[in-house]
């Protein structure tokens, strides 16, 4: 095991390298980035990696998503301090982690419970109070902690989740992979009134976002077949 020095030196690597370099400027952002020990949100075996430029498996078929791509959805947030926010798709608990830094309340929900509670445990020992974590159907958002300002999925999704259309606040944006198996285009969907504006911002493989409002077990094999 590296030494939490070595870690920092990483992670330092990985904020100037992987995200500074493509373009993330936010310094509150980056700042949350270079704070938040990404080595002790994946498996134990898989900490020597956490800092590379790519996803990790986190078990249950779930990943850790590369660090850029963390960056970006946070970024497209454009979280100013304060907010409300709403993460489908706990995993780890880093992404929260990071949202954490730079909101108000995280609300995050997972459907694995062990996922969820192992990420539970890791916030709370690192002293990420203003994170609630939740265990559920994702596609369907959490009403009890609408509306929210920002809503990020880590999960591809057929289409944007009503559920989670309906949960914005005015002016909120919901940041989401949507698309099949053979991959999905990351959207930003923003709320005007009864209205929303959706914006592409580029190609992403996801795992799938499973639920009412998400991928059937067998519907994502069979989006495959179908392409």
């Not at 956490?50 to 960056?71: C, F, N, R």
């Not at 944007?160 to 959207?187: C, N, S, T, W, Y």
Request: aromatic share 8%; glycine share 12%.
């Amino acid at each position: 095991m590296l030494s939490d020095e070595e870690f920092a030196l990483q992670r330092e690597r990985m904020v100037r390298n992987q995200i500074e370099r493509r373009g993330i400027s936010d310094a509150r952002l980056l700042a949350a980035m270079r704070s938040v020990p990404r080595h002790l949100f994946v498996p134990p075996d898989e900490a020597e990696f956490a800092y590379q430029d790519g996803p990790l498996k986190i078990g249950s078929g779930q990943t850790i998503s590369q660090p850029y791509i963390v960056a970006v959805m946070t970024d497209l947030l454009e979280l100013k301090g304060g907010e409300t926010v709403l993460e489908v798709g706990t995993g780890s608990g880093y992404q929260a982690a990071v949202l954490a830094k730079l909101a108000g309340c995280v609300h995050t929900i997972e459907r694995f419970e062990g996922l969820a509670r192992r990420a539970q445990e890791t916030l709370r020992r690192l002293g990420f109070g203003n994170v609630i974590v939740h265990v559920g159907d994702g596609s369907l958002g959490w009403p009890e902690g609408a509306p929210y300002e920002g809503i990020i999925v880590t999960a591809a999704a057929p289409t944007a989740p009503k559920a989670l259309l309906e949960q914005l606040a005015p002016g909120g944006r919901l940041v989401i992979p949507v698309g099949g198996r053979d991959g999905q285009d990351l959207q930003r969907w923003v709320r005007e009134g009864d209205r929303f504006e959706v914006e592409s911002i580029f190609p992403v493989v996801f795992v799938p976002l499973r639920g009412a409002s998400g991928w059937g077990e067998d519907e994502w094999e069979r989006h495959a077949e179908w392409m």
